[in-house]
């Protein structure tokens, strides 16, 4: 328990200090600090095996279609939310995950999938003049440029290059609407049958959709990429145009600066879905995702803080025993 309430008292602490700031300047500014920040956990590394589950996201025993699951569960400003075990897909805390919702740029997980599920990312994409015309979130490449696949699909992870992904997309299926039909399969075989796809980058299009429950379908899927969870944890990448050029960009995920126990994975914003994220977090020898959809900005990185670190309390005295015996040998 001594985990547990460390982490209860620093963040009641925290919470006060944040909710006097908002009263003050109107929102909530500063992040909530993490303690312990430990290294990167054997977890996370690409050559962990996880536990290939069926049943992932379904509902557990007790919730009786309730819209919110435990009742005792943190508050989340998010419209529809879902968090699951990463490594059995055991639900461990759900809010309204079946409603049909445009999820933005959280969809462009399932775009890495199909990528690195294909393989050969070392193989070379040019880049047309129409994949430049997209906005708002962009490398800025031009027409005729060549990029690895290795290249854009890391872009596209950490900063969410909406023109990376349509030139992925397309080179990797000939066209967008074809490589929308294969997210919709890759979706459908995955359990996702509450979505429908019709871009790789979910800027808004009528008839696209999702819900909490499919993303968190998908996003277990995801997780279980070692290519994936590599890109996905990075705060930030130096990409190399083909001049010579470079850039650095940040990760979009907040959350990720604040600890590594903190893995990612994907964030999304479009006026129509609201404030959208994917995050993991790896700790004690467990991994937990979990899926916010319709949310707000500021309170939206806290939210997922706080839940998360309250996922991983949920596991009890393993996790605990864990974190103490690690502590204790470290003296």
């Not at 979990?290 to 596991?315: K, M």
Request: glycine share 8%.
């Amino acid at each position: 328990m001594g985990l547990s309430l460390r982490l209860l008292g620093i963040f009641l602490i925290e919470l006060a200090v944040a909710v006097s700031m908002s009263a003050a300047e109107g929102t909530v500014r500063r992040a909530l600090p993490v303690e312990p920040s430990p290294a990167p956990e054997p977890s996370a590394s690409p050559s962990l095996q996880f536990v290939r589950a069926t049943g992932v996201a379904d509902d557990p025993v007790g919730a009786n279609g309730a819209s919110v699951y435990p009742a005792e569960a943190p508050l989340t400003a998010a419209s529809s939310a879902i968090m699951i075990d990463a490594r059995t897909g055991a639900v461990l805390y759900l809010k309204n995950p079946d409603i049909r919702r445009p999820v933005a740029s959280t969809q462009k997980l399932l775009t890495a999938l199909i990528l690195v599920q294909d393989g050969n990312l070392d193989s070379l994409d040019r880049v047309i003049a129409t994949d430049c015309q997209v906005e708002p979130t962009k490398l800025g490449f031009r027409s005729g440029d060549v990029y690895t696949k290795r290249q854009l699909l890391a872009a596209l992870l950490v900063h969410s290059c909406n023109d990376a992904a349509i030139c992925l997309a397309r080179n990797q299926a000939g066209s967008l609407s074809a490589f929308a039909e294969r997210m919709n399969a890759k979706a459908y075989s995955l359990g996702a049958t509450e979505s429908h796809f019709v871009n790789p980058n979910g800027l808004p299009v009528p008839g696209q959709y999702s819900t909490a429950r499919n993303m968190a379908r998908i996003a277990f899927a995801a997780y279980h990429e070692p290519i994936l969870r590599q890109y996905m944890r990075l705060t930030g990448l130096t990409f190399t145009y083909t001049s010579g050029r470079h850039r650095y960009f940040d990760a979009t995920n907040k959350l990720i600066a604040r600890s590594p126990m903190f893995t990612g994975m994907k964030t999304g914003y479009t006026e129509a879905s609201g404030r959208c994220l994917v995050s993991s977090v790896s700790y004690g020898g467990h991994d937990v995702i979990l899926v916010q959809l319709g949310g707000t900005l500021h309170p939206l990185f806290d939210d997922a803080q706080r839940l998360l670190i309250w996922g991983l309390n949920r596991f009890g005295g393993s996790m605990v025993n864990a974190v103490n015996q690690r502590e204790t040998e470290a003296r």
